[in-house]
């Protein structure tokens, strides 16, 4: 079964103080993973998209990267702006639809 | 302009009723979805829909239906409203099944 798990569940930082989200997901044959930011009251933002293990994005404070068997959000030196919660998504196996994980919450405080 | 849009925005109603929500892309995208997010904030798909086909998620009751008037559209129909449908719904598009998603703000949906 599809699947993807994302840890921790939340995560509070101080501003400044980089940290890794992290992303595992089990899918047959990965056609490709998403990350989202979602803020409370709106729909998800599109970040990113990677599609082969070894692959990086970058944007910003942001960096994904992409193994075999887990992605990684990397925050460098995070702001108040950067709190939200992230969402991590892949490809079913058939290709037709996104599962998504149930996010990491992100509290940057000053 | 907004690339996906929904309305209503809040929708408060009684169980048993059948209601409709809309959405509209301009972005000229080919394929559309509608998610539905519940309490735990948990995003899972419904219904997947380009013009060739439509995908349904086999846990959707029948009560729900996407109807899509012409491609730039792809509306929720549900009938016979239940408690357990109180949630956040969000439609969402994208150029094809495999390229980057964009959502509208999500529709709550509230049954009293």
């Known amino acids: 079964e599809d699947q993807v798990t994302q840890s921790p569940e939340a995560l509070r930082l101080q501003e400044g103080e980089s940290s890794s989200l992290n992303c595992s997901y089990t899918?047959?044959?990965?056609?490709?993973l998403f990350w989202y930011r979602q803020d409370p009251g709106k729909g998800p933002e599109f970040l990113f998209t990677l599609y082969s293990a070894g692959e990086e994005k970058e944007k910003e404070r942001l960096k994904a990267t992409l193994t075999k068997k887990e992605s990684f959000l990397h925050i460098t030196a995070p702001k108040p702006e950067d709190s939200a919660t992230y969402l991590c998504a892949v490809l079913n196996q058939a290709g037709t639809a996104l599962i998504f994980g149930k996010g990491t919450t992100l509290s940057v405080s000053s | 302009d907004t690339a996906v849009s929904q309305t209503p925005k809040y929708l408060v109603t009684q169980m048993g009723n059948d209601k409709s929500i809309k959405c509209e892309q301009n972005l000229g995208h080919d394929t559309m979805y509608w998610y539905k997010q519940d309490s735990k904030k948990f995003l899972k798909i419904m219904f997947s829909?380009?013009?060739?086909?439509?995908?349904i998620n086999e846990t959707v009751p029948n009560r729900f239906s996407p109807k899509s008037p012409d491609k730039a559209h792809l509306n929720l129909h549900i009938n016979s409203l239940e408690l357990g449908d109180s949630a956040v719904y969000f439609c969402?598009?994208?150029?094809?099944?495999?390229?980057?998603?964009?959502f509208g703000d999500g529709t709550r949906l509230s049954i009293l």
């Open positions: 899918v047959s044959g990965l056609r490709g």
């Open positions: 829909y380009n013009n060739k086909e439509l995908i």
């Open positions: 969402a598009s994208s150029q094809d099944f495999d390229q980057p998603q964009h």
